[in-house]
């Protein structure tokens, strides 16, 4: 059995006077791809918060990476675990090419390691085009590419995605998603998880603050269970009333 | 570059992209207008040297609030539109963005209120020649440090607050202070803003150094414990 790469545990946190996450438990392993749908849907995006560091837990503990929480200035921490959100974040201004050396600077590397990450980000991330323009005249796709290729230069071990790349075409968007390839650990949110057809292998969901279940994706085949909202939700049912549905994770 | 200093650079390019660099100096600028131009202008209304001085020591003190007022703006702004996550997330530590962002900041107050010094001290340099250059040298430094401890108070707030509630509420925090100095019970007591009272007072101040230098080490203290409560605040804020 593989070791897990992000650990949840009893994780308690309310936002806006609602409790979005009441107790969660999780375990995903290395190299796993989850899917994380959630209702209400601010859950998942509150759980990759959370675990990314942007969000203190009310309660509860976690560790990704085999790193535990709490410690933001740890050297090792912006490398081994990359946090992407819908709303990128990056200074609109920056080019692509300042924002990835930004990235790189503020990780620690060096000049003679800077270039040759940020050129194959940029090329990988097919932004020559926009390379030297500031982001907000290349769109919402370059600032969303630009920040996924932030998000992996530093090579991460786990890596949590947040409604990612929405604006870039979903051909280009299956592509950079499977990028991470199958040694990191991915955890995504998302709305829309047919979208995610072929780029996960687990999935799982948050209702009402609980984790209802978490499986591997080819569950859901087995059960003749479509990738989506109401397929997950099918198959926790299945298994809340103990039938043969799936074996979790 | 260091992190730190990549930072600050980073927060200065922001500031000068939004504008916002140039209203910071520009508030400092416009109150030193009056002064300089009005007996050019209209010279039946420009009065005495040391009268125009007042003038000048009114308008910093509507400057000073705005300039504070802005820094809450913005780092709430920053706070509110995910640029402080994204930074946080390459293991930079809040505090240190906080004073990257307090470095930014109270570097172009200071350049401002140079500015602005160096032009009033020209168009009025019989009268300060008159009363001291010390003394309005002092005094300016004293109104420089006064900013510095309004930019710390309005980064307090804009932890706390949305950018608008947190704008109007450094003003009128500083503004308060700033009333406190000038009409206040306390008159020439060391207070942090207390350099706009001593220039606007300068011909009649008995000891206009030594309360400068007082005021100047007040606002100090106070921009320093501005900024640890707002680090104590940056340090547990949902980003």
């Known amino acids: 059995m593989r070791p ?9 946190r309310s936002w806006h006077g609602q409790r979005l996450l009441d107790g969660v438990d999780l375990e995903v392993p290395v190299g796993a791809r989850l899917l994380l749908v959630s209702r209400p849907e601010a859950s998942g995006s509150l759980l990759l918060r959370v675990l990314a560091g942007l969000v203190r837990p009310a309660s509860g503990s976690v560790r990704l990476a085999g790193l535990a929480h709490g410690n933001e200035s740890a050297a090792g921490w912006a490398r081994r675990v990359a946090f992407l959100a819908a709303e990128p974040g ?11 050396d930004l990235a790189a600077r503020l990780a620690g590397y060096d000049r003679r390691e800077r270039r040759p990450r940020i050129e194959a980000a940029i090329e990988v991330f097919r932004l020559q085009a926009d390379v030297d323009r500031p982001i907000s005249r290349g769109g919402a796709a370059v600032a969303q590419k630009t920040a996924l290729a932030a998000a992996l230069l530093t090579d991460p071990e786990v890596v949590l995605l947040d409604e990612p790349l929405r604006s870039v075409l979903p051909d280009e ?3 950079l998603l499977r990028l991470p390839g199958q040694r990191r650990t991915v955890l995504l949110a998302s709305r829309l998880p047919a979208s995610e057809a072929g780029i996960v292998t687990q999935v799982a969901l948050l209702r009402d603050g609980r984790l209802a279940v978490h499986a591997s994706a080819a569950d ?4 003749g269970l479509a990738l989506s909202f109401q397929g997950i939700e099918a198959l926790a049912d299945l298994q809340l009333a103990g039938l043969p549905a799936a074996s979790s994770g | 570059m260091t992190r730190f200093a990549t930072l600050a650079w980073l927060a200065l390019r922001e500031l000068w992209i939004s504008f916002r660099l140039l209203a910071l100096l520009g508030v400092f600028l416009l109150a030193v207008l009056p002064v300089a131009l009005v007996p050019y202008v209209l010279p039946e209304l420009a009065g005495t040297p040391l ?6 020591a009114s308008a910093l003190a509507v400057a000073v609030p705005l300039a504070a007022g802005i820094s809450a703006a913005t780092l709430s702004g920053e706070l509110r539109r995910g640029t402080f996550a994204w930074l946080t997330l390459r293991a930079v530590p809040r505090t240190t963005l906080l004073l990257a962002w307090f470095l930014a900041f109270g570097g172009v107050v200071a350049v401002g209120m140079a500015l602005s010094a160096t032009v009033a001290g020209i168009s009025l340099g019989a009268a300060i020649a008159a009363e001291g250059v010390g003394a309005f040298v002092a005094a300016s430094v004293a109104v420089a440090a006064a900013g510095l401890a309004a930019v710390a108070v309005g980064l307090m707030f804009g932890t706390v607050l949305r950018p608008v509630a947190a704008a109007l509420g450094t003003i009128a925090a500083v503004g308060a202070a700033l009333y406190a100095a000038a009409y206040g019970p306390l008159g020439w007591a060391p207070l942090p803003t207390a350099g706009i009272a001593i220039l606007a007072g300068l011909g009649g101040a008995a000891r206009p150094i030594a309360d400068a230098l007082s005021s ?8 320093a414990a501005a900024l640890v409560l707002a680090a104590a605040r940056l340090r547990r804020a949902d980003l």
């Open chain 1, 4 to 12: 897990a790469a992000v650990v949840v545990r009893r994780l308690r």
């Open chain 1, 90 to 100: 990056i200074y609109p201004w920056l080019t692509p090419a300042e924002a990835l």
């Open chain 1, 173 to 175: 968007r299956a592509r």
């Open chain 1, 220 to 223: 859901l085949e087995q059960n």
């Open chain 2, 51 to 56: 009268g125009r001085m007042a003038w000048y």
């Open chain 2, 216 to 223: 100047s080490g007040t606002a100090l203290l106070v921009a």
